[in-house]
């Protein structure tokens, strides 16, 4: 029911998780990573306590092939589960059940696992592969994520999409990224836009953020001043364009400034994507035509 990449960095000894799913919150319930030990996805019909048992079993000095037989030996519905493995060290396993609903398999290599079930086929992991070696040389972060858009772009979960998650820990017991798309139709190109903002507004934060060697840590001036501004204004953020600033002042009857019209339409933008979603629907078979427009009011009015 998921594909998902587990990965140390070799430069940085990072580790992180990149999942996605035809479930909602895939990122509460799969990736579990621990900063010096290790990091898990626990897949399939999920068992949290499979991925916890492996990190402190690792953390206590246990090696990938030690851990991965012992939870299997303790869990008498094996079959049913998927795992990915990657230790700190770069050790890396995976395993499939033979419960697993098919398309179910993986595949591992020095500091990855790369796993996937109810897939549309075994190309969706060949992809996510060939995309984090091919990415070697770049940001640990963007090579699961590249990995991730890839093993959607071969196929992905054949139920459909609604769920993805980028998770990384550094150093510290805090992660150094987490993004999550709980619930979307696109969620892994949603999950790149979120991971753009994040780039711009969330990491220069998190990373002047005190850690164990320096406890007083705090944000230079320019990352204070830009998180001062509304988040429209920031860095990575689209402006939005003139002509959606005068409708909404035309709908409210209001003559906003730029900065407030940009936080309204942000609030609303839920609305205005239920509205696109329901004008795309083809429902002349079973309902007479509607026409969803919501400045139509205010037009006529005007009349």
Not at 39 to 51: C, F, G, I, K, R
Request: negative net charge.
């Amino acid at each position: 029911m998921t594909f998902s990449i587990v990965a140390r960095c070799p430069h940085s000894g990072a580790l992180g998780v990149a999942v996605s799913s035809a479930v909602p919150a895939v990122g509460a319930m799969c990736p579990y990573v621990r900063p010096g030990v290790g990091a898990v996805s626990t897949q399939s019909w999920v068992n949290p306590y499979l991925a916890i048992k492996a990190l402190d079993l690792l953390a206590a000095g246990h090696s990938v092939r030690d851990t991965l037989d012992e939870m299997l030996r303790t869990d008498s519905q094996a079959g049913l589960r998927q795992l990915g493995i990657v230790a700190a060290n770069g050790a890396s396993l995976s395993w499939t059940g033979k419960q697993c609903t098919d398309w179910a398999g993986e595949c591992t290599g020095a500091g990855y696992a790369i796993q996937g079930n109810m897939l549309t086929g075994p190309d969706t992991l060949d992809a996510m592969q060939a995309a984090f070696l091919r990415s070697a040389g770049m940001k640990f972060e963007e090579r699961l994520l590249l990995a991730l858009e890839a093993g959607q772009a071969a196929g992905g979960d054949k139920r459909g999409r609604q769920s993805a998650s980028l998770i990384v820990y550094r150093d510290e017991p805090y992660p150094y990224l987490d993004v999550r798309v709980d619930e979307h139709t696109d969620p892994v190109r949603e999950l790149r836009r979120v991971f753009g903002v994040a780039v711009t507004q969330l990491l220069p934060f998190v990373e002047s953020m005190p850690t164990g060697t320096d406890p007083a840590g705090l944000p230079p001036k320019e990352v204070r001043d830009m998180l001062m501004l509304p988040p429209s204004r920031r860095p990575g953020m689209p402006a939005m364009p003139p002509a959606q600033a005068d409708l909404l002042q035309k709908i409210s009857g209001t003559d906003f400034t730029q900065e407030r019209a940009e936080a309204n339409l942000h609030a609303f933008q839920p609305i205005l994507s239920e509205i696109r979603k329901l004008r795309e629907l083809d429902l002349a078979d079973m309902h007479p035509a509607v026409i969803f427009d919501p400045t139509a009011p205010w037009r006529r009015s005007e009349k």
